[in-house]
Nanobody, 120 residues
Framework: QVQLVQSGGGLVQAGGSLRLSCAAS????????MGWYRQAPGKQRELVAA???????NYADSVKGRFTISRDNAKNTVYLQMNSLKPEDTAVYYC??????????????WGQGTQVTVSS
């Protein structure tokens, strides 16, 4: 069984920074892609950033230059460093892992979500 546990959310003033973490636990051999999604009230869920096992990254236009995604394969952990935060970044953030190779096969998994609130 694979679990993704998130940490690092909270309330911050505009212009501040937060760092989100998401650790996958279980009998994991490898993970393909990992990413961060967010959903604001009344808005569609969107992909914020993604990273492959080889280090290729993809960012939403709204966060380019401000957010950085990274991963530690040895720890099965993905991070999202969020700088220069804006009120429009306020949302529930979810991490995702795709192509998780386990003893039982290849699976995907989602984190529990964490609230990020940016005040003006």
């Amino acid at each position: 069984q694979v679990q993704l546990v998130q940490s690092g959310g909270g309330l911050v003033q505009a212009g501040g920074s937060l760092r989100l973490s998401c650790a996958a636990s279980g009998s994991i051999f490898s993970i393909n892609a990992m990413g961060w999604y967010r959903q604001a009230p009344g808005k569609q869920r969107e992909l914020v950033a993604a990273i492959t096992g080889g280090g290729s990254t993809n960012y939403a236009d709204s966060v380019k230059g401000r957010f950085t995604i990274s991963r530690d394969n040895a720890k099965n952990t993905v991070y999202l460093q969020m700088n220069s935060l804006k009120p429009e970044d306020t949302a529930v953030y979810y991490c995702n892992a795709d192509g998780i190779a386990t003893m039982r096969g290849v699976v995907g998994s989602w984190g529990q979500g964490t609230q990020v609130t940016v005040s003006s």
